[in-house]
């Protein structure tokens, strides 16, 4: 794995994960830029702001916003932090939305529906290709493939990302169906 990616993903599990030490306002979901590279440095020496303007620029997710005088930084979505508050958009979706997941959890989601696990939110591609991508992090991917505006349209509250994640606290399994994604 290249270096930058190693410290991008140290980066992103302190913004979305880490309790302990919390670097995070849990308001805005905000961390001190010169904390974060204080403490990335304890194991990448040559991170300094050139390297996070780097990785905030050119994150092929764009998972990472700096605040207007850029001395703060946070990740856009994908928070586990009880508590973490970003304000999200809640725009009109588009008629579908598609979930990737592994198809060994499926009698569970089936039971269940969609539920955040360790997350804040379930999160919700836009596309079905984005979705397989998602899925296979898991296993052998399947697609559900959701009823994004009956959902709403039902009452259940649905965000965008500022990084074009749709989020939900939750999708009941009427909302969705089966999709095989091979
Ligand atoms: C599954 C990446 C059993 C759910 C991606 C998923 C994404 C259930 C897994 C972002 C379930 C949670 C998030 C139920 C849901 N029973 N399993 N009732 N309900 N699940 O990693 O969506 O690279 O927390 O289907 O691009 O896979 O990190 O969520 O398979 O946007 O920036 O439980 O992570 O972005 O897994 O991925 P995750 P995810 P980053």
């Not at 140290?10 to 590279?37: F, Q």
């Not at 930084?73 to 598609?98: C, F, K, T, W």
């Not at 959701?146 to 009452?155: L, P, Q, S």
């Not at 259940?156 to 606290?169: F, I």
């Amino acid at each position: 794995m290249k270096e930058l990616t190693k410290i991008s993903k140290k980066l992103s599990y302190m913004l979305r994960h880490s309790t302990e030490p919390l670097y995070i306002d849990l308001n805005g979901g905000w961390a001190d830029v010169n904390t974060i590279i204080k403490a990335l440095r304890v194991k990448y020496p040559q991170v300094g702001r050139a390297v996070l303007d780097e990785i905030v620029a050119n994150d092929e997710k764009g998972r990472y916003s700096y605040n207007a005088d850029k001395t703060k930084i946070r990740a856009n979505q994908g928070h586990s932090i009880p508590g973490v508050m970003i304000e999200m958009e809640q725009p009109d979706p588009p008629e579908y939305l598609y979930h990737g997941t592994a198809t060994r959890f499926l009698d569970s989601i089936k039971r269940t529906g969609l539920i955040p696990m360790s997350r804040q939110y379930v999160h919700i591609s836009p596309d079905f290709e984005t979705a397989v991508k998602v899925g296979k992090r898991h296993g052998k991917p399947v697609v559900l493939v959701i009823d994004a505006k009956r959902f709403v349209a039902d009452g259940n509250e649905l965000y965008l990302s500022a990084n074009g994640v749709w989020q939900a606290k939750q999708v009941p399994p009427e909302y969705f169906t089966i999709k095989n994604a091979e």
